[in-house]
Structures are given as C-alpha cells and as structure tokens.
C-alpha cells in the first residue's frame, strides 16, 4: 500500500466502507494535502509568532482528520482540536503520543478516565466538569492538562460568567489542573463591521484576567482576520485550512483544497415535450442532449442545490430533481459527441468554486465538506 492508499483504506474503514476504486466510483473528490499545508502557512504568517493549531473535528471536516493530521505536522503543528471525545481517541491511536490533542465539546459524565489514559485534554466548559478533572487527576495521582473555555457571548460552550465568579471564589479549584489555554469562541467572527466581535473581545479579556494567568486563544479562521487583537497566544483554525474563504466578503485569500468530479453515466437527447427526472419538475421546451451523472444527494450533494457541473469552462446546468445516485444535467451548449459515458464533469474545481457551490445550496462550505459521503473514490494529492 503506497500513502494514499494507506489514507484512503483508513479513511473508508473509519466511514463504514471500503476504498473505493476510480474504476467503480461515480465521483472523485480529490483532496490536496499540499494545498492545506500552503494554508497553514499563510495563517502562520499572519499570526506571525503566535501559535497555530489545527482543527480536525468531524473527520478533519470530512477531508480525513489522519491524512490532514500528517500535513499538518509536517509544518510543525503539534496541538489539535477535536470535537468529540471519539474523535479524540481514534486520532490519538492514528498520530500516536506527541501533538496534544483537544476535546472541544468537553468531558462528558462517565468519560473521564478514559480521557486521560488516551492522553486527551478537555476543553473544560463548566463547574461540574472542572471538579471531575480535578477528582481524576487526585485518584490518578498527577496533574491532569486541560483548556478551560469562557462563554464571552455566544451562548454555546464554556463557563458563563457567573459560573467563572463562582469557581475562582472556591479554594483548590484548579488543584491537579494544569491549564495550557484559557479560550473562548466568536460568534460573528466573518462580519469584520460587528460590534459583537469586540464586545467578546473584551469579555473574553475580563474572565481570563479572573483566571489563572496562562496562554490564552480566542480566535478560529474568520478570528484571524480581525487582526492581531485576537490572535493572543494561539489560534484555531479549522475551515480556512481547508481553502473555505475565512473572509467571505473578499477575495479568498486561502488556496482551494478540493476538487469534486463525477462520471458520465449515459448521454442522451430528448424531444420538445419530455417529463425530466422524478415529478417531472421540468418538460423539455425543445429538443434537449442531456448526460447523467453518478452522483446525487446520496453523496452528500443537497437535493434543492440549483446547481450547475462544469465542462472544460463550459457550465451544464442541473435539469429536473438531483436524486439520490443522479443528476441530469443539460449538455445542449456543448458539440454533440463532446461528452460520452465514463467522462467526468466537474462539481467543484477550477470553474465552480467550494463556496460558491455552498451559495447555490443555501449553506456554507463547512456543510458542503462534511456531508461528502463514503462513496467517493478520494484521491490525496500533494500538488
Ligand atoms: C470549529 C471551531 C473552531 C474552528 O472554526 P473555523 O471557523 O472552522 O476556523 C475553532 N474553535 C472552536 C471552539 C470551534 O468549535
């Protein structure tokens, strides 16, 4: 097994299924490794000194949290973000000891053993959690390392201000606890103009200054551009490594990460009249050459996306309902004979772009990576 397929085998297993060859796939979405570490580098260099971490939650958004794991350690990126306690221990057994690895949604009640024998850190979100930590580093006899999240006003996860008041008012409160960040989450961190950012800004300044004084970080993609009031000691990206626009009103400044393509299944031409795709949603105003394709809803393409595959520039606008393993497109403003079975078109790449196609789809590009579904032949690059 070379790497990618080695990617590839332990990816599918993870998801339920086996590698799926090119051969027999109805799409291919290809994964740029090198593109993300690119990525990770311009962060960086934004960042300047301050640390970067990496976020892998949901499959490292559906790309592979190992195969993006390995890229990213390549560029010296040693402390990752999970949001599932799952999730953490199958990265931890995949990269093994070394790079720390966070839990963002927390410790869940029963989890706390298992947490800390896998070597994980919690991202502590409340009281009852912290005296957990506390008790299992007391029964385990050492210090147990954490992060302890700050709600400052986003309502999700982490302590309220109130429940911050109320620990650091407790004697041995943080006993056993050895707390590597302090953190805390924007809300609106893609709307530069918004008060929002910084009024969390400045209650994320107010509760950790009521904490213990150690490292803090605030900010995820979106947070990096606010500029370097929010980087503080280290930041969290996750979408923007993956080429969506952390900036969603400029250009984007990061590099595109996937490409989507899906086979021509059957090509052919239709009279003035014909019912197109279930319910018949569209009956064709002329004679029509149309080519379907294997890829539907069923691989995580959203079935009211108004939407569009590309051919050499040339756009082939969906025509009737996206079904669960088709699309038909309408290939009429392409030379007959242009396309034929087995030939790809393109769903995201060069000519339609991730977040563009999240627009079409009423969602965002976060959405579009982690509903890509296991049927894909997924093909790791390092371009
Ligand atoms: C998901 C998440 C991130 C990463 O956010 P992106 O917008 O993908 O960069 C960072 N921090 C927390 C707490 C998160 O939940």
């Known amino acids: 097994m070379n790497d990618d397929t080695r990617h590839d085998f332990q990816e599918h297993r993870a998801a339920g299924s086996l590698p799926v060859s090119e051969t027999v796939a109805g799409a291919i979405l290809t994964i740029d490794l090198g593109a993300i570490r690119e990525n990770y580098r311009r962060l960086k260099a934004r ?16 790309l592979g949290a190992l195969p993006v794991a390995s890229a990213l350690m390549k560029e010296g990126c040693d402390i990752f973000f999970v949001a599932l306690l799952g999730e953490g221990l199958a990265l931890r057994k995949a990269i093994g000891p070394g790079p720390d690895i966070f839990v963002l949604n927390g410790l869940p009640p029963g989890s706390e053993a298992e947490t800390a024998a896998a070597g994980l850190l919690p991202v502590i979100n409340s009281a009852l959690q912290l005296k957990a930590w506390r008790e299992t580093a007391r029964a385990a006899g050492r210090n147990l390392p954490a992060a302890i999240q700050v709600d400052s006003g986003m309502a999700r996860l982490g302590m309220a201000a109130t429940e911050v008041a109320a620990i650091v008012g407790e004697a041995d409160t943080f006993e056993g606890v050895d707390i590597r960040f302090v953190m805390s989450h924007l809300a609106r961190a893609d709307e530069p103009h918004e008060a929002a950012n910084e009024a969390q800004r400045l209650e994320f300044e107010r509760l950790r200054k009521l904490l213990p004084s150690v490292p803090a970080s605030l900010s995820n993609s979106s947070g990096i551009f606010l500029g370097p009031a929010y980087h503080y000691d280290l930041a969290r990206p996750g979408a923007a490594l993956y080429g969506v626009n952390p900036t969603p009103h400029e250009a984007n ?9 899906a086979k021509v299944a059957q090509t052919r031409a239709v009279e003035k009249g014909a019912g197109i795709g279930y319910g018949h949603t569209l009956l064709a105003q002329g004679p029509l050459r149309l080519a379907t394709i294997s890829f539907g809803y069923g691989d995580g393409w959203h079935r009211r996306a108004a939407s569009a595959a590309w051919f050499e520039g040339v756009r082939l606008p969906f025509v009737g309902r996206v079904s669960m393993d088709s699309i038909i497109l309408d290939i009429s403003s392409l030379p007959a004979g242009t396309l034929s079975e087995g030939d790809l078109v393109e769903l995201i790449g060069s000519s339609q772009s991730l977040d563009d196609a999240a627009g079409h789809a009423g969602t965002i590009g976060y959405e579009i990576l982690t509903s890509l579904g296991p049927r894909f032949h997924r093909r790791y690059i390092e371009a």
Do not use: D, F
Request: with cysteine; proline share 8%; glycine share 12%.
């Open 47 to 62: 960042l300047n000194s301050v640390r970067c971490a990496g976020v892998l939650k949901a499959n490292g958004y559906g």
């Open 253 to 261: 400044p990061m590099l595109p990460v996937i490409q989507i393509h």
